[in-house]
């Protein structure tokens, strides 16, 4: 059974950090691409960052790049986002993906609220 857990949400300051992980199970994690995604009220769901599956490629959207940071570690099937100068714009509930064609896989979301 394919199992995607994110933690690591919850309401931070303007500025603050927080760091997101995804617990993966039921697939062969090392060879999948890893994907962070956010979704805030009213909008579309966006890409905020990805990363390849042995880890040696990474992207990120326009609005946290500088900010945010992806990882993963294989051996023990998680990935990461280390969210760092967080604004207000930042809220949102963010997902975790997995994805080699032609599978891709969701967790549930964890809510990140950036607010004073």
């Known amino acids: 059974q394919v199992q995607l857990v994110e933690s690591g949400g919850g309401l931070v300051q303007p500025g603050g950090s927080l760091r997101l992980s995804c617990a993966a199970s039921?697939?062969?994690?090392?060879?999948?691409?890893m994907s962070w995604y956010r979704q805030a009220p009213g909008k579309e769901r966006e890409l905020v960052a990805g990363i390849s599956s042995v880890g040696g490629s990474t992207k990120y959207a326009d609005s946290v790049q500088g900010r945010f940071t992806i990882s993963r570690d294989n051996a023990k099937n998680t990935v990461y986002l280390q969210m760092n100068s967080l604004k207000p714009e930042d809220t949102a509930v963010y997902y975790c993906n997995a994805a080699r064609r032609p599978d891709g896989y969701w967790g549930q979301g964890t809510q990140v609220t950036v607010s004073s």
């Open positions: 039921g697939f062969t994690f090392s060879t999948y691409a």
